[in-house]
């Protein structure tokens, strides 16, 4: 028996031996297959030559990281980079993976070093703080506007506070008729009253102070009383001179095409055509963005192909018809480098906006392909003018324009090289019907589809920066874009090639039915219910996953980019139950906007309709700034105003001195653009003092601990927040 006992327990080690061994070889079986399954995987990626489109977005990463980082030092970051370099070239002789990592980390340093370079090399003087006086100099853009005229102002002589050495520059408006008469290249001088350019109304939000500082814009206001033209003290510079010759003319265009269409027609069609979008009321912009055709308005890639396109075959087809030549020259190239000719003209006629510099970029490798007699490849094209635009302009990369039309130009290519690889099964020849209704299904197909993927692509920023989603965007597209591809942009091109010539109204006209369709079909999609969602802003976090889902979708081409479906669901999740702040601060302590009983912002004070429409906004909430339910339960006099947050306590905007003695011992929260008494013993006060170190504020209380954000870091060392 004990014989059996041992036998059975010797048994059952074996048995669980046996087990524990198979169990590992299992599992080192299925990692093995699994690691050479993403051997395969990369390989594939390598043979594409999908690591290339993968450095850009690595460059990306390091200028994400440099915006993020204080004090930052491009001799350092340039350093490293060529370092990484030379360590990578050594390193893929040995191991290709631990050559991609370094130079994935070589194009990160490079990324971060781009935008140490670029911040340092637009610094300008900045106006300190609220100031007016007079002002005299060079008129360096102007741009007409609905009540007036907005100028770029190069500003030689004035007695203003400023921080920082070289030119001061400021952005400002003349409002009625005394703007009349003056163009670019003007020597003015008037009476200004100018701001330093405003920050974000909440952290995270919309920063205008750093798209000011990028575009060396030191100050933004108005000019008041008479505005006086003279000669100028000393010739312009030749810069100047050539930039204000060229605002001149798209003036003019401008100008010829609004008085020639007239109505909001002829302020959509000029800024087509012009990049000039200063004539189109609000109310048009508002039913475009909500039918979500407002793309249209933005001279990118649609715009860029026809005018490059309509320059190549055009040239192509006259050249070929003179049989000498066609015999004798390289008719097909000559017509890529006028195309290219053209598309740079036209880009920097209609303003060298971000969409339109990425659109000429790839169109010029695309001719510039016809030129070595190579292929293009679109996502290697769509990386390399990412690559250009980022180094000339890294701060691009936080802004929506870039972060759009890129995902939309990925997504789009991407669509297409998946249906590239479809097998299609050749079917019967069609008649002259079936021809004519293949066709047309295949446009109707390819609007659909197309706005499908760029929708999808670019919705995440959208959400991001503007809060807003737009339901019938679909509907919105198939019927405005054949409009627009078919009769609106070939009537600009016959326009722009028939201005010279004086004979350019009747395209001009023709181009304006157009667009007055297109605003038609606008109002009626922008009309239907819910066409415009407002959504609560949600997180860098969020978005970060839903970005990096779009990139593995996206860039790769093997069974990696089945990869993105988690990124994407936990991106999601995160967007759509974002931690909404229980308190918004104004940075000027004008006002406060707090969560009542129901969810819903209340305001104290007057924050100021745009601060309190972007709180909204940021809150998911569709009020409008005057909506009475917004005063509901708040109590204001001449002193203060006062509001209580649920579960807190007593939130205060003191208005007037004599009600700090009150309301700093039984307010929570404490909110003033004076100066707070030494002794206010408030446990949560922003005074004049916090408020101009930190800025806005949101304020958020969970499990009784306070989460306080601001704009401005403490010490804050981004320049374009710097007031010393």
């Known amino acids: 028996m004990i014989a059996g006992e041992i036998a059975a327990g010797l048994s059952a080690r074996l048995a669980a031996t046996v087990a524990a061994a198979w169990t590992g070889l299992v599992r080192r079986w299925r990692a093995r297959s699994l690691r050479e399954r993403i051997a395969a995987a990369l390989s594939t990626e390598v043979e594409r030559r999908r690591l290339f489109s993968w450095g850009a977005v690595c460059f990306g990463g390091g200028i994400l990281l440099f915006f993020q980082v204080d004090a930052p030092s491009r001799t350092a970051a340039l350093a490293l980079a060529a370092a990484l370099v030379l360590a990578a070239r050594l390193a893929w002789t040995r191991s290709m993976a631990a050559g991609i990592a370094l130079c994935a980390l070589a194009c990160a340093a490079a990324g971060f070093a781009a935008g140490a370079v670029r911040q340092a090399s637009v610094a300008a003087p900045v106006l300190s703080e ?48 005394r703007g009349v008469g003056l163009a670019p290249g003007d020597w003015i001088a008037a009476r200004a009253r100018l701001l330093p350019p405003p920050e974000a109304v909440r952290p995270g939000g919309y ?74 009321a609000e109310e048009t912009n508002e039913v475009l963005r909500a039918a979500g055709v407002y793309h249209i308005v933005s001279i990118s890639g649609l715009h860029m192909v026809l005018a490059a396109g309509t320059v190549f075959f055009g040239l192509r087809a006259l050249l070929a018809a003179i049989p000498v030549l066609a015999l004798t020259l390289p008719i097909k190239k000559i017509a890529a480098l006028a195309a290219i000719a053209a598309g740079a003209v036209y880009c920097v006629f209609s303003g060298s906006a971000v969409a339109t510099e990425r659109a000429l970029i790839m169109t010029t490798i695309v001719f510039g392909a016809i030129l070595v007699d190579r292929p293009a490849l679109s996502m290697r094209n769509l990386a390399l003018a990412a690559l250009i635009v980022l180094a000339r302009e890294p701060e691009a990369l936080v802004g929506p324009s870039f972060q759009m039309s890129f995902s939309a130009v990925a997504g789009l290519i991407a669509g297409a090289e998946w249906q590239a690889a479809r097998e299609r099964r050749p079917g019967p020849p069609p008649g002259r019907v079936g021809r004519i209704a293949r066709a047309g299904w295949g446009v109707i197909a390819g609007i659909v589809g197309t706005t499908l993927i760029a929708t999808a692509a670019t919705g995440p ?37 028939l201005l010279p010539l004086g004979l350019d109204a009747l395209p001009w006209h023709v181009m304006g039915a157009g667009v007055g369709q297109v605003i038609a079909f606008s109002e009626w999609v922008a009309g239907l219910p819910g066409a415009q969602v407002v959504v609560p802003a949600f997180g860098v976090g969020a978005l970060s996953l839903l970005v990096a889902a779009l990139l593995l979708a996206t860039l790769c081409v093997s069974w990696l980019k089945l990869l993105a479906l988690v990124p994407a669901l936990a991106g999601l999740l995160l967007a759509a139950s974002p931690e909404r702040p229980d308190l918004y601060v104004d940075r000027d302590g004008r006002g406060v906007a707090l969560r009542a009983a129901d969810g819903r912002l209340v305001v104290l004070g007057d924050p100021g309709d745009f601060v309190l429409a972007q709180w909204l906004e940021a809150d998911g909430d569709p009020r409008a700034p005057d909506d009475p339910s917004l005063a509901r339960g708040v109590a204001c006099d001449a002193l203060a105003c006062v509001a209580t947050l649920p579960g807190l306590g007593p939130v205060s905007v003191v208005r007037e001195p004599r009600a700090f003695a009150e309301d700093c011992s039984r307010a929570v929260v404490l909110v003033s653009r004076l100066t707070a008494p030494a002794w206010c013993a408030a446990p949560h006060l922003f005074g004049r003092e916090r408020l101009e170190a930190g800025g806005a504020a949101t304020l958020s209380f969970r499990d009784g601990a306070v989460a306080v954000e601001t704009v401005r870091r403490t010490p804050e060392t981004r320049p374009w927040l710097r007031r010393e």
């Open 130 to 177: 609220p100031a007016s006086g007079l002002v005299a100099g060079y008129v360096e853009s102007l741009e007409a506007r609905p009540a007036g005229v907005r100028l770029v102002l190069r500003i030689h002589a004035h007695d203003l506070p400023v921080v920082g050495a070289g030119t001061f520059r400021a952005r400002v408006t003349v409002r009625g008729e």
């Open 207 to 280: 920063d205008f102070a750093k798209e000011a500082y990028f575009r060396g814009i030191g100050a933004v206001g108005g000019l008041s009383g008479r505005v006086d033209t003279a000669p100028p003290p000393e010739p312009p510079d030749l810069g100047l001179a050539l930039a204000a010759r060229l605002d001149a003319a798209r003036n003019a265009v401008t100008a010829r095409i609004a008085e020639t269409v007239g109505g909001q027609p002829g302020a959509v069609a000029a800024a087509l055509v012009t990049g000039k979008r200063g004539l189109i």
């Open 461 to 497: 920023f959208a959400a991001f920066h503007f809060q807003i989603a737009n339901p019938y965007g679909v509907l919105g597209n198939v019927l405005a874009l054949p409009l627009v591809t078919f009769l609106v942009m070939p009537a600009a091109v016959l326009g722009m090639a």
